[in-house]
């Protein structure tokens, strides 16, 4: 050991966990097929999805992507991984509106735009992963 003059110095020891390119591309296949479970729900707000429109939860009709969301990783939390996705953009279409009786023609279906950019949680089970939990971060209708 060499002599020493004065304290010894040390810096501090930060570890940042990461996931390789496999990992980042299974976390993402996981989040979009999530997603796209959320667009085929045909319902105005998906239950246990990033985002819905100002309609009753039940309202019928479809859900098309309009634009899909970046996504990208965030940290490591235990045993959880935590994504972003920004720019998500979607249209509901609701269901027209038979109950016009007579000769009036029934409402012409109502489109409703949105995005979001929402958080998401990922757990590993066993040798898969899976979402455990959707955070909005922005949701607004688009265009106001």
């Not at 999805?49 to 965030?74: K, M, N, S, Y």
């Amino acid at each position: 050991m060499p002599p020493v003059l004065g304290h010894w110095q040390t810096g501090l020891l930060s570890v940042d966990y990461r996931p390789s390119r496999d990992g980042v591309d299974s976390a993402r296949s996981v989040i979009l097929e999530e997603l796209a479970e959320c667009l085929r729900s045909g319902v105005a707000r998906p239950p246990g999805c990033p985002f819905g429109v100002d309609l009753p939860a039940g309202t019928p009709g479809r859900w098309l992507l309009l634009e899909p969301a970046e996504i990208t990783f965030g940290a490591m939390v235990g045993e959880t991984f935590d994504y972003r996705g920004e720019g998500l953009t979607a249209a509901f279409i609701a269901v027209e509106d038979r109950t016009a009786g007579g000769d009036l023609p029934a409402p012409r279906p109502r489109v409703h735009r949105m995005s979001v950019d929402f958080g998401v949680t990922l757990r590993q089970d066993g040798a898969d992963l899976e979402v455990q939990h959707w955070a909005y971060t922005t949701l607004r209708p688009w265009p106001r």
